[in-house]
Nanobody, 117 residues
Framework: QVQFRESGGGLVQPGGSLRLSCAAS????????MGWWRQPPGKQRELVAG???????NYADSVKGRFTISRDNAKNTVYLEMNSLKPEDTAVYYC???????????WGQGTQVTVSS
């Protein structure tokens, strides 16, 4: 079983920044992609960004140029640097294995990001 522990969310004003972290543990293997998904209030979960084991990245159009995904393979940890945050970025953010679609049925508790003045 795989486990994910997300952290780093909070309340931030529009234009602000946050850095999210996700620590993965369990039977993942060494060559895998990781991604961040988010679920806005009342909406379905959607892809934010993905990163391969070699560092290739993929972003949703809505976050391109504002968010940066990165990873530390030695720590099985993936990060999401979020800048120029907008109210529409408000959501619970989750990580999972995968580049576009999540490839495990396991989800952590997520971390709440609220962008509001």
């Amino acid at each position: 079983q795989v486990q994910f522990r997300e952290s780093g969310g909070g309340l931030v004003q529009p234009g602000g920044s946050l850095r999210l972290s996700c620590a993965a543990s369990g039977s993942i293997g060494t060559l895998y992609s990781m991604g961040w998904w988010r679920q806005p209030p009342g909406k379905q979960r959607e892809l934010v960004a993905g990163i391969t084991s070699r560092g290739s990245t993929n972003y949703a159009d809505s976050v391109k140029g504002r968010f940066t995904i990165s990873r530390d393979n030695a720590k099985n940890t993936v990060y999401l640097e979020m800048n120029s945050l907008k109210p529409e970025d408000t959501a619970v953010y989750y990580c999972n294995v995968g580049f576009i679609m999540p490839t495990t049925p396991y989800w952590g508790q997520g971390t709440q990001v609220t962008v509001s003045s």
